[in-house]
């Protein structure tokens, strides 16, 4: 399974707006990807709800999780610069 541990660095943690767009890319994807965190709690990407519900903030490390399938390592990759931003 495809895999990234990434630790947040978006500014003020996760908050709606990256949550809808890891919700978006998700959904495009078509294929489950789920979030989990240190501590094991885990929620699937397409739910908006459920990832905000992991109260996800600055700092903390997560793994984002797909099945194989084309273009998993490039929504992995997506979905981890959502939550750490490159610096230009």
Same mark, same amino acid.
């Given at each position: 399974?495809?895999?990234?541990?990434?630790?947040?660095?978006?500014?003020?943690?996760?908050?709606?707006?990256?949550?809808?767009?890891?919700?978006?890319?998700?959904?495009?994807?078509?294929?489950?990807?789920? /979030?989990?965190?240190?501590?094991?709690?885990?929620a699937d990407v397409t739910?908006?709800?459920?990832?905000? &519900?992991?109260?996800?903030?600055?700092? &903390?490390?997560?793994?984002?999780?797909? /099945? &194989?399938?084309?273009?998993?390592?490039?929504?992995? &990759?997506?979905?981890?610069?959502?939550?750490?931003?490159?610096?230009?």
């Amino acid at each position: 399974m495809p895999t990234r541990r990434v630790t947040i660095s978006a500014h003020n943690g996760v908050h709606a707006r990256p949550v809808a767009e890891l919700a978006r890319l998700a959904l495009a994807y078509g294929r489950p990807v789920v /979030v989990r965190t240190a501590d094991g709690a885990e929620a699937d990407v397409t739910s908006v709800l459920a990832v905000m &519900d992991l109260a996800l903030a600055e700092g &903390d490390t997560v793994e984002l999780t797909t /099945v &194989d399938g084309p273009a998993s390592d490039a929504v992995l &990759d997506a979905m981890a610069d959502v939550l750490a931003p490159r610096l230009p």
